[in-house]
């Protein structure tokens, strides 16, 4: 068994309720730091598992059974060069170089704020240029897949749970 350490970002519940943290150990989230930012409830987990999917699965259950709803996990896929730099231990020289072309060939291109001083990359696909480089392992690459892919799974739920609200809505509006 291997201990995996990510963050689960959730909402729902009152943090000021005397029983908040106490919701959380007695689901099974003992192996969590909580702390709530911005409103958001922050659970940081230390957790093990024999791989990452089954530790965030189990995380989330945990989480959902005090009522919360899981809003996503991070470390997020959307990346800026400087956190590329820090998750794959290189300079952020050595990241900027290759971003621009001047070192290696085929970076993957940003996905978010592409026209703006501090474009986004997605994790998953410069973990896999690296790994295709030697230069990060394959154990980071499947990290950076399943934490995309939970997110994914998240918000296809609330696509649906959004979708089955404005049925509800049309069918009271048509009434």
Not at 43 to 55: K, N, P, T
Not at 74 to 96: F, G, K, M, Q, W
Request: overall charge negative; charged content about 30%.
């Amino acid at each position: 068994m291997k201990t995996f350490e990510f963050t689960i970002v959730a909402s729902g519940l009152d943090h000021e309720d005397e029983h908040f943290e106490d919701r959380f150990f007695e689901a099974g989230c003992d192996d969590a730091t909580i702390a709530v930012a911005r409103g958001a409830i922050i659970l940081q987990f230390a957790r093990g598992a024999s791989f990452l999917a089954e530790a965030i699965t189990s995380a989330i259950r945990a989480v959902e059974a005090t009522g919360a709803v899981v809003e996503r996990v991070e470390p997020d896929y959307l990346v800026s060069l400087s956190e590329i730099a820090d998750r794959a231990n290189l300079t952020r020289a050595a990241v900027s170089l290759y971003s621009k072309g001047q070192r290696g060939e085929d970076f993957p291109l940003p996905v978010a704020r592409v026209t703006t001083q501090n474009p986004l990359w997605d994790w998953t696909d410069v973990a896999f240029w690296l790994f295709e480089r030697d230069q990060l392992s394959p154990d980071a690459v499947l990290d950076a897949m399943t934490i995309r892919e939970a997110n994914a799974r998240l918000e296809e739920g609330r696509e649906k749970q959004h979708e089955k609200e404005r049925a509800r809505e049309r069918e009271r509006l048509y009434a």
